[in-house]
C-alpha cells in the first residue's frame, strides 16, 4: 500500500544535540512537507520541497534544516539552535493543487 | 500565520446528532480543504471545495463555502462516537502548494 512514513514514532533529545527525523514517501509525489503541531494549535510549516534537490523555507524554519536528495525522502534535523523542540512533527506529500497526505508523525521531547 | 480560523473550539455532541464547525480566513483562496485528526496521528484529507463552488457532499459530510464572507462549514450528519476527533480547515492563499491550517475544533461524540 502507498503511503508515507516517519520515524521514530517517539525521539528523545538531549541539550546542545541534534536530531534527524525521517519521513518516506512512496506516493510518487513532487512535493513534500514538515510541520510542527503544539498543542491545541493547528499545523505550522517548517519547510517544503516542490521538487528534488530544491526546498524552501515556510513560517517557522529556524532551528530547523532539511535536505530533498529523493524524491521519496524529506529528512528534517532539528538543530540545537531550536530552543524550544518539544512538539509533534508531521511529514506531509502532495501532487501540486491536490490534497496532502500525512504520515503518523514523531513526538520530540527534550531529556 | 493562521489564516483558517474554526469554531468553535471544542463541540461536544450525542450519537446520532448533527454537528456544524465554522472555518473562517482572511486571504483569497483557490480551494478550502478540511481534515481529520484522531488523537496521535496524522491529518486525514476529508473534502475539498473549490473557490467557485458553494456547497459539496461526500457521505455524511457537507461542505459550504462562501467567499463573500470568507468562511465555510462543515456539518457531520448522524455522527458517530468513531467520529470523535479534530477537524481542521485549511486553505491554499492562491498557493499551489502550500496550505495554512486552523486550530481545529476537537469534536466529541458521546454514545
Known amino acids: 500500500d502507498g503511503g508515507i512514513t516517519q520515524s521514530p514514532k517517539y525521539l528523545f533529545r538531549k541539550e546542545g544535540q541534534n536530531v534527524t527525523l525521517s519521513c518516506e514517501q512512496n506516493l510518487n509525489h513532487d512535493a513534500m512537507y514538515w510541520y510542527r503541531q503544539d498543542p491545541g494549535q493547528g499545523l505550522r510549516l517548517i519547510y517544503y520541497?516542490?521538487?528534488?534537490?530544491?526546498?524552501q523555507k515556510g513560517d517557522i524554519a529556524e532551528g530547523y534544516s532539511v535536505s530533498r536528495e529523493k524524491k521519496e525522502s524529506f529528512p528534517l534535523t532539528v538543530t540545537s539552535a531550536q530552543k524550544n523542540p518539544t512538539a509533534f512533527y508531521l511529514c506531509?506529500?502532495?501532487?501540486?493543487?491536490?490534497?496532502?497526505?500525512f504520515g503518523d508523525g514523531t513526538r520530540l521531547s527534550i531529556l | 500565520s493562521q489564516q483558517g480560523e474554526e469554531d468553535p473550539q471544542a463541540l461536544s455532541i450525542q450519537e446520532g446528532e448533527n454537528a456544524t464547525m465554522n472555518c473562517s480566513y482572511k486571504t483569497s483562496i483557490n480551494n478550502l480543504q478540511w481534515y481529520r485528526q484522531n488523537s496521535g496521528r496524522g491529518l486525514v484529507h476529508l473534502i475539498l471545495?473549490?473557490?467557485?463552488?458553494r456547497e459539496k457532499h461526500s457521505g455524511r459530510l457537507r461542505v459550504t463555502l462562501d467567499t463573500s464572507k470568507k468562511s465555510s462549514s462543515l456539518l457531520i450528519t448522524a455522527s458517530r462516537a468513531a467520529d470523535t476527533a479534530s477537524y481542521f480547515c485549511?486553505?491554499?492563499?492562491?498557493?499551489?502548494?502550500?496550505?495554512?491550517f486552523g486550530k481545529g475544533t476537537l469534536l466529541t461524540v458521546n454514545p
Open positions: 471545495i473549490r473557490s467557485n463552488e
Open positions: 485549511a486553505t491554499d492563499g492562491g498557493s499551489n502548494y502550500k496550505l495554512t
Open positions: 506531509a506529500s502532495s501532487i501540486a493543487a491536490q490534497p496532502q497526505h
Open positions: 520541497s516542490q521538487i528534488v534537490n530544491d526546498f
